[in-house]
């Protein structure tokens, strides 16, 4: 402990200076009550109960000053002078800007400056910058820090978390953003703009918002002359990695993009903080005159408007901003009436929802096609079932119908298998018929083997055979010669199927074939030359 206190004097702890870094990382410069609001919101409730409104702010934002305080001493932070109502204003030094870039997992390059001499002038415009990102932001109280606390604390806390939620986190947002439209992202040149705030929160509908906030000092062509500047960089082509152009913005940040929607630029926010002179119900009718041709966008023959390449320009007051949030209708987009909320006004409603309606119209289609696939797909298969039980076989024992087993193995015509002894008969039928056949057989045959066969140790016909042929019984002899076996037997019989006269027959009725066949006929053999007689000289 005491080596901790060696260290931060002032007894800060990491989370409440890794809330100073990324506050101060994202915003540049802040107070310590903006610090507290965005980084630890529960401390809000936990010191409602001081008399006075200082005592109160004194109370919560006494850690994040002690934070403050021991990174000063580490040459992180930096006091930046002092706002208007005299609030200190706080910044980060180059080393803590470099710490600060963990914190929010960015880049060193994309930091931006340290903000040094903001608060020369009262920072009225950063100011009126942390107090928008805080109403977009709405930071929720964690409530389990309040376990402890007074009902009533808690109570006043889960109100504030049942109220509407805000966008993204304080490192979805980047302020003081370059948007060069000559040069590069760290070296912009001239003509280009410089968007107050950035917003980039995908999860929460946002994929990319660019924030402008005025406290009521310019003028309508002035905020005209800013917002060219924007369509200028949007319009900007750069190659990317893969050697291919396309716009400069999409190079740092990637909007989901819906091939079947349209591909408007990034929306821009014109928040009007009222401490200037000028009224914006005044300024912005003459700014939307001005800036017609870079948001108006082209009907559709179906009813909504298309803004492919336009730029999406919304207002909205930053009280009402603060007091209703993003959800709340207090958002008005040039060309549209009636005031709507964030979400709805940086998008197309209209054309989201014919959209919509297109999707669930070709998804019908397609269910209806699969549909009458499946039913034509059914009838067919029961037109072939019709047709195939018409084709199968009937039973001539019992008339029951075959069952597919029993109809392949009588079809069964393969050169290996070998035919069905009973085609026309089922399963059940079959074997009482085989069974009945063997009773038969061995009822008529009862006798004894042959004297030639009791010394035989292997039989092929364990019983007198049958001629396949004619059906009568094998003679001794003829069951006999076709029982040779053993290597000095003769040649085994060509038909041990048949009987003596049929084997007889059929052996003549082949050499018949053979000796009428053309294969068959004789040829005349050439006439052998006599022999010469000088030859025949000298065999003599």
Known sequence: ?????????????????????????ALKVATTDQIQRIGAPHLIFRHADKPTPSKQKQARTASHTAALSDMRKHGLSENGGSTETGDSLRNLTPKGL????YELRRPVTEMGSTARGAGSSGASHPMAVNVTVI???????????????????????????????????????????PLPA??????????????????????????LLFIE??????????????????ARFFKRKVKDSDGKERPMWRTRWTPPADPGAEQPHPPVLLVFNRIGERNPNRTIP?????????????????????????????????????????????FVRFGRSGPQSLLEAIGNPRLDAALTRARQERRARQERYQAQVRQADQ?????????????RPVCA??????????????????????????????DGCKHAAVAAAREADRQERPEPLPEWAKGTPFLRYARRPRCTECGAAFTDERWQAVERTGWDALPPEARPTLCGDCDRRESTEVEQAWATGPQHQEQTLPEQKAESRWFSRFRR
């Open 286 to 330: 003459r700014l939307m005159e001005l800036t017609r041709h870079l948001w108006q966008g082209e009907r559709d023959e179906v009813g909504h408007h298309v803004y492919n390449r336009k730029v999406p320009i919304i207002a909205t007051g930053l009280n009402q901003l603060r007091e209703h949030g993003p959800a709340g209708p207090v």
């Open 135 to 177: 109403a977009l932001l709405r930071p929720k109280p964690n409530l389990a820090k309040l376990a402890d606390d007074p009902p009533h604390v808690q109570a006043a806390a889960q109100a504030a978390v049942d109220a509407t939620d805000g966008i993204g986190t304080i490192a979805s947002y980047w302020t003081e953003v």
């Open 1 to 25: 402990m005491a080596g901790k206190r060696k260290n931060n004097p002032a007894g800060s702890t990491n989370s409440y200076r890794g809330d100073v870094l990324r506050v101060l990382g």
């Open 379 to 391: 009838e067919r298969a029961a037109k072939q079932e019709a047709e195939r039980e018409a084709r």
């Open 397 to 426: 024992g019992c008339g029951a119908r075959f069952t597919d087993e029993r109809w392949e193995a009588t079809q069964t015509t393969d050169w290996s298998t070998p035919t069905d002894t009973h085609p026309r008969l089922c």
């Open 98 to 101: 470099a710490a600060a870039s």
């Open 213 to 230: 906030v005025d406290n009521c000092h310019e003028t309508a062509e002035e905020l005209a002359a800013k917002l060219e500047k924007y």
């Open 182 to 207: 000559t040069g590069t992202w760290n070296a912009p040149g001239k003509g280009g703009a410089q968007a107050d705030l950035v917003l980039t929160a995908p999860q929460d509908g946002v994929p």
